[in-house]
């Protein structure tokens, strides 16, 4: 059975700060048209689960419209990393990671409401690491991938810079860890710095 990872799009979503809420509306009612319901939406391209494209913090980079879809289907391993504030090459190798996608879940709980004052991130060994094993996309359980003040946004960086992309906002804390089949695809929507997804898992 496929296993949804995804976080619902709603207004009860906790956006980053000065991000644009998500709002759907409905401008259109079958009431009125004596036909259909037509929505629209608005909010930030970085609200719940979403992939980033280099357009996000490169203004040279490609946008999600031109992201390699295949990366984003295949074998994902899920970790479970719990009471860190900084995952290292030393936890990774402890770990048997199969595949080219990695899930890293982090929190026990899940708290979509509530918008966290830290996260834990990736060390910028532990990126270069993954690349060394093969690990083409990683995914995350928390609003970003490197640390929620930052500005330089240095794994973000670093995974670019070694051909990788980041998932944020996954919904793991109901996953096992292990292996599964992984499809998360971003919409194609041209230009964008980033792109909701549908995240799901299948064990193998």
Known sequence: MWID??????????????DTPFQLNYFATKAQTH???IGEIVGSTHIATHVDAPKHFDDDGITVDQLPVDYFIGTATVLELFDTTVIDVEQLRDCLIQGSIVLLKTQRQSHPSVFPETI?????????YLASIGVRVIGVDVPSVDTIE?????????LAQHGMYNIENLRLAHVDAGVYQFIGLPLKISGADASYIRAVIHPT
Not at 5 to 18: F, K, N, R, V
Not at 120 to 128: E, Q, R, T, W
């Open 35 to 37: 036909s259909v319901n």
């Open 5 to 18: 990872i995804t976080h619902a799009l709603s207004q009860d979503w906790a956006e980053w700060p000065g």
């Open 150 to 158: 930052s500005e330089s946004l240095e794994n973000h960086h670093r």
């Open 120 to 128: 834990p991130v990736l060390s910028i060994d532990a990126i270069d």
